[in-house]
């Protein structure tokens, strides 16, 4: 489905998709103060909301879909590892990132990730982009490479988080894409259960080979991962399957950039972040070929 498409079933479907966008969007904000406030382990975190996601879709996939694993082939299911390893990568790097970031530019790189989708379906499925998705295309990853030789962003940190975030909004855009290809024979929390559950895996197999322990054992911390958790995994991500399933990744990225003044906003008022003025430009740049790729989507048949 394409941008035009997805604009025309917005327009058939007023109050659910735009309810849907809303919810996903208003969540999305939260998280990532609630992430900085707890300033948990990026590991223990990805594993425990994963795990603890996939624990509560179980149920409700068993009950829209009952012997729902039954109707997974082993190419689907091969696709839903490649999906949960993608996704325990994002949740990982994008945390390690905004630690080491403000949440304007966090937003900001995370929010390339409709580029991502286009470059990765160009070299996956062999998709040609329109000549406005490749200036989009272009304009964003400018954005990106300024931001990494402006200011103080020599120093190792800032290009550390840079890569990060960079991983993060790539393996995000692989995630959603093998999802779209998957959801043919299974429903949205059969879907979300197994992959949550695999990105679980995926995570605690990561801190095993570093030896690395996710065991948590604080009040404190156990509050942390259960909003993050409710906030992160069971509404954005679970509620993004659920409309990506009929949509289309423009219209949710699109909408999405709304939230960069907003949480800039938010940044400079509960943790004291300043966005520097050398960046400006930059995120300037990226955010205005992120609105030219995501226009440029060819209309349908």
């Known amino acids: 489905m394409n941008f035009s498409s997805a604009s025309n079933r917005i327009a058939n479907h007023p109050f659910r998709d735009t309810g849907y966008l809303i919810v996903i969007h208003s969540s999305a904000l939260v998280i990532s103060p609630i992430v900085l406030a707890y300033a948990i382990d990026p590991i ?65 790189i995370m929010s390339t990730g409709t580029i991502w989708v286009g470059l990765l379906s160009l070299i996956i499925f062999k998709q040609m982009l329109t000549p406005g998705q ?34 993060a909004a790539i393996t995000f855009a692989l995630y959603m894409i093998i999802g779209q290809q998957v959801r043919s024979t299974v429903t949205n929390f059969a879907y979300v259960s197994v992959v949550f559950t695999i990105a679980s895996l995926a995570a ?16 404190r911390e156990w509050i942390g991962i259960l909003l993050i958790t409710l906030f992160g995994q069971i509404v954005v991500h679970a509620m993004s399957n659920l ?34 003025l050398a960046v400006i430009p930059a995120l300037l740049l990226t955010i205005t070929g992120l609105v030219i790729y995501n226009l440029a989507q060819p209309k349908s048949n």
């Open 44 to 108: 223990s975190v990805s594993f425990w909301r994963c795990l603890i996601a996939g624990i509560f879709f179980l149920p409700l996939a068993l009950l829209t879909q009952p012997k729902f694993y039954r109707k997974i082939s082993r190419k689907q299911l091969g696709l839903m590892v490649i999906a949960g390893v993608a996704l325990a990568i994002h949740l990982i790097t994008y945390m390690e990132g905004l630690y080491q970031v403000s949440l304007a530019v966090f937003y900001t």
């Open 134 to 167: 490749w200036a989009g295309l272009m304009a964003g990853f400018g954005g990106i490479v300024i931001y990494a030789y402006v200011g103080n962003s020599f120093e190792a940190k800032n290009l550390g988080s840079l890569l990060l975030l960079v991983i």
């Open 204 to 219: 605690l197999g990561y801190a095993a080979i570093i030896g690395y322990s996710v065991i948590v054992d604080t009040q």
């Open 243 to 276: 409309y990506l399933k009929h949509g289309q990744a423009a219209i949710l990225q699109l909408t999405g950039l709304i939230k960069i003044p907003i949480i800039a906003l938010i940044g400079w008022l509960l943790f004291q972040q300043q966005v520097s």
